[in-house]
């Protein structure tokens, strides 16, 4: 769209038919009076005017005679250039003959001559100008009345052509400076007069399509009689100079107006009975030589000296044109009236644009409406719109402006709180672009894989060909297009359950990828309830006493005595507000014995709030324990924030890693517990809190208290009832129910019925855990996700689950034997078990840390000749 909202054709066209709908002009054209003006003034030439050469060269092309019928105003459009090397182009471009419109002039004055000496009873207006009598027709038709009853030259000279030649298959193109005369030109009443109207512009692009050089063409005379005054028409006053009537009537009788303006300003007069002249030329722009499409750049006055050369070279000859033909036309109402709007409505519109009195409408013209109240009611009658207004705009635009600064505020705040939640992370992440271009990577990644970033601008396809992390998530998610999980080798020989996740735009196209990697070793998945346990009854033994406990709840699996009792000390004291400390190695369950402490207390209906000490950085963890006032640190919330001890308000409050909280800290935590209160950072004001106090560590508090690692009162504060959670490897009854719960979890999760071998159960029972339940869970996990099989076999578990360092039991020897006898023994097991796991001998090499060709050579010795064969 060119249109550029500048409404500078709103603000020159005299009759109101711009329309202005979604900032883009529009003619209206039942009341567009087709002066041209909008065109003449639109600076980005957006206003588009009905092309006529191709009709015209078709005309040319297709019939034997047509005739150009040349505007007087010619002679300005092309100079310097001779009226004969005009008619010269003309007539090589192929017109047959070449006629003046002054012709047509000069007979139309004559017989507006003998009308006048009848009728001069009022006001009679000229209709030379179609643009002029459009306005009268669509605005004014109440002065239809006051129009001279006779054609325009065009027409009148289309007439003497036709009356001459009299020639039905004649054709007659008329060529000016106006636009309004191609409507003029389809007027029912003048069917067949003039076939075609192109504007001086047109025909200039004619002849450059055509290789018309004026500079070179023959000289031609024109076809059409000779004629003298008609050429003065396109001036000010023209049609003046050739009325006879003019020398019997007073000065002050007759006069001329040229302009939308000075027209406009005439009929009010006319419509008021203000003026007693008689006859009126009127031309709606500053004379033909100004027409919109006169496509001429020498000034006013120059053209008007142009005007008067060439009326010169005939001002002295006597020439009589006799030509007998009807000018006469009439005219119709054409009105289009628009609906007015009510008093109230336009002092609504003018209170839309803050406006709410007289001082404020500014009446700066920038809308295209010379006053605000104009412009109101062109609102209320839909031509207009209420932006259109710039003080309106402006006030608006510094409001936006206002509103964009506060949302940057909070969009950097929350930009600078996920990079702190990122960073912080114990996952390693990598954020990618569509393309995989590393746009983040967090420090934990880094660390993880041991891989120093170069720059965030590098890619991750670079990565997996350097060997740093294979196979990678973030390529594997692009490519599949959905959420991949897999085990990720990385250069350091550690691995991670890698996850990469793509994010989508609105057109299903990747814009981002969100990849986050967990070393399995130290996997702390976060769970917030545990679904009830199946198969727990077929793994309960019969032969217990009595009193044992089983519990199955939606958040506990317990088969074991030593886990039981706990879970019974916890349901004792759930009933009090007692502070308890758990205690246990991690991955045992201390979160989910605190949730179950909760559930069982008076306060089960409140928040249970948890908060990890060691996973929020040191110079976050007092703001988010203790919230903060307003104004307590550059970057804080202008409200202030509540601490997660408020938040905790008659509820249960988890300090999970109590062992990690800063000694600072402490004191402020001892005050908590004591005195049931707190106050917030940058705060003086006491806040009551009443909160039940869970704290959990996997470290020794009271070595660390020996060491002035963590403060003895705040130990003894915590440590009221103590609970000790043994590890698994201690509870070895509860190993197989919690296989078996997470078997038929994740089986859902995937959509899986995966099972596993009691040779697996065996090797589980076995194993020691060092990770605990959390170690067993990602176990189960990953044999999910990464068997193909439904049932889960020995081989399909990880190395190290078989290859535990229990020394005694890895090799069972039989008595004395020679050491070369003995080191043959181990080593044909472990090609035996590599043989059953792997598929290719270079995958037994890298599991056994040897060559492909000592596999080959060793599967040749204990297994079969044909070690080459195995794929």
Request: glycine share 6%; hydrophobic share 35%; net charge neutral.
């Amino acid at each position: 769209m060119k249109c550029k909202q500048c409404y500078s054709c709103v603000r020159n066209c005299p009759v109101n038919a711009v329309q202005i709908s979604n900032g883009q002009a529009k003619i209206l054209h039942s009341r567009c009076i087709n002066c041209g003006k909008c065109v003449k003034c639109c600076p980005q030439n957006a206003k588009v005017v009905i092309d006529s050469k191709s009709r015209a060269l078709n005309i040319l092309q297709e019939n034997r005679m047509v005739i150009a019928c040349l505007a007087p105003s010619f002679i300005s459009s092309f100079y310097p250039h001779s009226y004969k090397k005009v008619v010269g182009a003309l007539k090589k471009l192929g017109f047959t003959e070449v006629w003046e419109v002054a012709v047509g002039a000069e007979v139309l004055s004559k017989q507006i001559d003998s009308f006048a000496r009848n009728n001069l009873d009022k006001t009679y207006l000229s209709t030379a100008c179609p643009a002029f009598v459009n306005m009268i027709e669509k605005h004014y038709p109440e002065l239809i009345e006051n129009l001279l009853p006779f054609v325009s030259p065009m027409i009148a000279a289309g007439k003497a052509i036709r009356e001459e030649k009299k020639d039905s298959e004649l054709k007659i193109i008329f060529i000016g400076p106006c636009i309004a005369k191609k409507a003029e030109a389809m007027e029912p009443q003048f069917d067949g007069i003039i076939n075609s109207v192109l504007t001086f512009k047109e025909i200039k692009q004619i002849f450059i399509e055509k290789d018309i050089d004026i500079n070179k063409v023959s000289e031609k005379e024109f076809d059409s009689s000779k004629c003298s005054k008609g050429k003065l028409f396109p001036l000010d006053g023209g049609m003046m100079y050739n009325l006879d009537i003019l020398k019997e009537l007073d000065k002050n009788e007759y006069t001329s107006v040229a302009g939308d303006r000075e027209c406009l300003d005439l009929l009010n007069l006319i419509s008021k009975d203000k003026i007693s002249t008689k006859i009126v030329d009127c031309l709606m722009c500053d004379g033909c030589i100004e027409g919109p499409k006169i496509n001429n750049d020498t000034n006013h006055y120059e053209k008007i000296n142009e005007i008067y050369d060439f009326y010169n070279c005939t001002a002295n000859e006597d020439i009589q044109l006799n030509y007998e033909v009807d000018l006469s036309r009439t005219y119709r109402n054409r009105r289009s009236i628009l609906p007015f709007p009510s008093e109230e409505e336009i002092r609504k519109i003018l209170e839309m644009t803050n406006k709410l009195c007289e001082e404020d409408e500014l009446n700066c013209g920038a809308c295209g409406y010379s006053t605000c109240r104009d412009k109101a009611i062109a609102v209320g009658q839909g031509i207009a719109e209420l932006d259109m207004c710039l003080p309106y705009l402006i006030s608006k635009k510094t409001k936006l402006i206002e509103e964009i600064s506060d949302r940057y505020t909070e969009i950097k705040i929350l930009k600078d709180e996920l990079e702190t939640i990122i960073e912080s992370s114990y996952d390693g992440i990598v954020v990618t672009d569509g393309d995989g271009k590393v746009l983040k990577i967090n420090t934990a990644w880094i660390k993880m894989v041991g891989y120093e970033k170069k720059e965030h601008k590098e890619l991750v396809i670079g990565m997996e060909e350097e060997g740093v992390i294979f196979p990678s998530a973030t390529l594997l998610a692009l490519k599949e297009k959905r959420r991949v999980s897999f085990i990720q080798n990385s250069s350091n020989g550690k691995r991670f359950l890698a996850t990469g996740t793509p994010i989508f735009d609105e057109n299903g196209k990747i814009k981002r990828v969100v990849t986050n990697i967990r070393d399995i070793d130290e996997l702390n998945k976060l769970r917030k309830q545990i679904e009830e346990t199946m198969k727990l009854e077929k793994y309960y033994e019969k032969e217990k006493k009595s009193d044992d406990l089983s519990f199955h709840s939606e958040n506990i699996v317990a088969n074991s005595i030593e886990f039981g009792n706990i879970l019974r000390t916890a349901s004792n004291v759930a009933d009090v507000d007692s502070t308890i400390l758990i205690l246990g190695e991690s991955g045992v369950g201390k979160e989910v014995v605190a949730n179950f402490i909760h559930k069982l207390s008076k306060r089960k209906e409140s928040s249970f709030i948890k908060i990890n000490c060691g996973a929020i950085p040191e110079n976050l963890i007092e703001s988010e324990l203790f919230g903060y006032e307003t104004g307590a640190f550059t970057g804080a919330n202008k409200k202030g924030k509540y601490g997660l001890i408020e938040l905790a308000h008659e509820g249960t409050l988890f300090l999970d890693e109590i062992g990690d909280l800063p000694l600072n800290l402490q004191v402020k935590l001892l005050r908590v517990i004591q005195e049931r209160s707190l106050t917030r950072l940058g705060g003086v004001i006491e806040r009551d809190v009443d909160v039940r106090i869970i704290a959990a560590t996997n470290r020794d508090l009271k070595k660390m208290v020996a060491e002035g690692e963590f403060r003895s009162d705040l130990y003894y504060r915590l440590n009221v009832v103590p609970l000790d959670i043994p590890p698994l490897r201690k509870r070895k009854s509860d190993i197989l129910p919690l296989c078996h719960h997470f078997i038929e979890i994740f089986n859902k999760k995937y959509l899986c019925n995966k099972d596993i071998t009691s040779d697996v159960e065996k090797i589980f029972l076995n194993y020691s855990w060092p990770g605990n339940i959390r170690e067993l869970e990602n176990i189960i996990e990953r044999l999910i996700v990464t068997t193909n099989k439904d049932l889960i076999e020995e081989k399909d578990l990880p190395i190290f689950l078989l290859e535990e360092d229990n020394s005694i039991e890895k090799i069972k020897l039989e008595g004395i034997m020679p050491l070369k006898e003995a080191t043959e023994i181990l080593e044909k097991k472990l090609i035996e078990k590599v043989y059953k796991r792997y598929n290719t001998t270079y995958e037994m090499a890298n599991a056994l840390g040897v060559n492909q060709s000592t596999i080959v050579r060793k599967i040749q010795k204990y297994l079969k000749s044909n070690a080459l064969k195995h794929n």
